[in-house]
């Protein structure tokens, strides 16, 4: 009797042994895992989507090898518009194209920024976000995975009680976060633009629906009446002062300033805006001066206790796939501790997300999206910027290191 349960139970055992595809194991001289903690000589092992261990020791038995690299989670940016692009001509495309070519160029943004290493972005947000967000998710078309606010409001989104019934049209339309302008832009000086009372408004009921929020804003006090509103998030904060950066501290609002990429992708493909709208000389002249005001920011807000710095880029048209630049530029004109860097670019950017159960940490149960890039980046933060291997929920996207044990696996 209990001979013929063991054989009922082998036999039932053999189906799903052969359903169940081979684990893949990925070993590295070094393995951050995006908390803080470093593994030498290390291996993360994949099965399906998920890792299910990381182990120590030799790489002899590793589907890659990939020898003295660094592997890492995949990077997240938390502000980057997939969406922004140059035409045909060259031009930022500020007017839409025909559907067909504004998702064409979607994608193709979405595919640069993944061979980049990025794993997950956060768009600010477009309306044909929606379909590129759920089309990457199907798992066919190479891309990050996306969180969009499909759309913006501003100071022109109405009476309070209109921004209300905004925020809950977003949330039915599939928004993952509500994008707010509370300033205006760096061209046009960045005071206050939206009142207090819209700002209520706006994040009192995504707080009500449990929705994300996040903030453009610039001066002190669009910073203070954002966070005073009860947001989550800032984003930019140029002009941010000691007394606000202590602000967001205290309130556990996440800050994200971008110094590394959007001004000075602006600034080198000046040609490509110059004319559009407030892509003026005015316009430049005030970005041009951002550089420095960003430089003496970054190092104010590295040097607040407590405050919590995601990575986030801004990525706009031509700034797609250099996103890592961002991290560099933090360490490199912030002072950052390159691990504080890549924890803002990993783990604490999945947990401003809330998706710090499931990625932004190499750890058994976490989604396998991991990168391996040239070099320690512990000692030579650049080494962000040399990705040579990208997975995502345990499909292998891009493989360019030497050693990989297996190479017909990099596909595609
Ligand atoms: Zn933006």
């Known amino acids: 009797m209990r001979m013929k349960l063991a054989l009922f139970i082998t036999v039932l055992a053999v189906p799903a042994l052969l359903a169940q595809s081979p684990a893949i194991r990925i070993h590295a001289a070094t393995v951050i ?16 989507s998920k890792i299910t261990a990381i182990e120590t020791g030799t790489g002899s038995n590793a589907t890659y090898d990939l020898g003295r690299l660094t592997v890492m989670p995949g990077m997240i940016d938390v502000h980057a518009h997939v969406a922004w692009h140059f035409d045909k001509d060259g031009r930022y495309a500020a007017r839409p194209g025909t559907p067909a070519q504004e998702i064409l160029y979607s994608a193709e943004n979405a595919y640069v920024t993944l061979q980049a290493g990025f794993t997950t972005i956060q768009s600010p947000g477009s309306p044909s976000d929606v379909e590129l967000r759920d089309a990457v998710a199907r798992g066919v078309l190479p891309g990050p995975r996306i969180l969009t606010s499909i759309r913006q409001l501003n100071e022109r989104s109405g009476t309070p009680e209109e921004i209300r019934q905004k925020v809950r049209q977003l949330k039915s339309d599939g928004a993952d976060v509500i994008k707010i302008f509370a300033s205006a832009s760096i061209r046009d000086g960045g005071k206050q633009t939206m009142t207090d009372e819209q700002l209520n408004a706006a994040c009192g009921e995504a707080r009500t629906l449990g929705i994300r929020t ?3 804003a610039h001066s002190p006090e669009s910073i203070k009446a954002s966070v005073n509103a009860g947001c989550l998030q800032i984003e930019h904060g140029v002009f941010a002062t000691d007394d606000v950066l202590k602000l967001m501290a205290d ?9 590394g990429v959007v001004l000075q992708n602006y600034l080198k493909n000046k040609e490509h805006y110059l004319g559009i709208g407030n892509y003026n000389e005015e316009g430049f002249a005030y970005m041009e001066k951002g ?8 190092k104010r807000a590295v040097a607040t206790p407590k405050l919590m710095m995601v990575m986030g880029t801004d990525a706009v048209a031509g700034a797609h796939g250099h996103n890592a630049d961002e991290i560099v530029e933090r360490v490199r004109q912030g002072n950052q501790q390159p691990m504080d860097a890549i924890i803002g670019a990993t783990s604490l950017a999945a947990k401003s997300m809330n998706l710090d159960k499931t990625i932004g940490t190499l750890a058994p149960g976490y989604e396998a999206d991991l990168v391996a890039v040239d070099g320690d980046p512990l000692t030579d933060i650049t080494a ?14 891009k493989n360019v290191s030497a050693g990989s044990a297996r190479a017909s696996r990099s596909a595609p």
């Not at 962000?384 to 996207?397: C, N, P, W």
């Open 291 to 298: 550089l420095k005001l960003n430089a003496d920011m970054i």
């Open 251 to 259: 309130k556990g609002v996440y800050f994200d300033p971008n110094v």
């Open 384 to 397: 962000v910027t040399r990705v040579a291997f990208v997975m995502k929920g345990g499909t292998v996207y």
């Open 33 to 48: 895992d995006g908390t803080g903690k470093v593994v030498r000589n290390a291996t993360v092992v994949v099965q399906g």
């Open 214 to 216: 996040m903030v453009h």
